[in-house]
C-alpha cells in the first residue's frame, strides 16, 4: 500500500467539501451549481485516488443530470460508477448504481412513445 501524499490529501479534504456542496445544491434543486461542485469533487477525489469518493461523485452526478432531464448522460455516470464500484468490490455501491440505472431504464421505456 502506498503512502498518501499531503497533496492527496488535501485534494481529498477539497473534494469532500465539494461533494457536500453539490449534494447540498442538488437537495435544493439548484441543479447547476450542484453539477459545478460535484465535477470538481470528481476531479479532486480522482487526484487523490479516492476511488469509493470518485464513484459516489458520480452517483450523485448521474442523479443532477436525471433530474435535468439529460438521461444519456445520466446513464454515463451511472455506469462509469458501477464499473468503479465493481473494480472497488464495493457491493454497497454496485447496489446503488444498478438500482439508478434500472430507475433511469424503467422512466425512459415508460415515457417512449408507443
Known amino acids: ?8 490529501m488535501a485534494d481529498r ?3 469532500l467539501i465539494e461533494e457536500r456542496l453539490g449534494e ?3 437537495e435544493m434543486g439548484d441543479l447547476d451549481s450542484a453539477r459545478h461542485y460535484l ?3 470528481l ?3 480522482r487526484n487523490a485516488g479516492a476511488g469509493e469518493y470518485e464513484a459516489l461523485s458520480l452517483f450523485h452526478l448521474g442523479r443532477a443530470w436525471t433530474l435535468a432531464g ?3 448522460l445520466a446513464s454515463q455516470m451511472f455506469g462509469e460508477g458501477l464499473g468503479l464500484a465493481q473494480q472497488l468490490s464495493n457491493s454497497r455501491q454496485v447496489e446503488q448504481m444498478q438500482a439508478a440505472l434500472h430507475s433511469l431504464m424503467a422512466k425512459a ?3 417512449a412513445p408507443q
Open 13 to 15: 479534504v477539497s473534494a
Open 43 to 45: 476531479v479532486g477525489f
Open 1 to 8: 500500500m502506498s503512502a498518501v501524499t499531503i497533496t492527496q
Open 39 to 41: 465535477e470538481q469533487s
Open 24 to 26: 447540498a445544491y442538488l
Open 109 to 111: 421505456e415508460s415515457s
Open 70 to 72: 439529460q438521461k444519456e
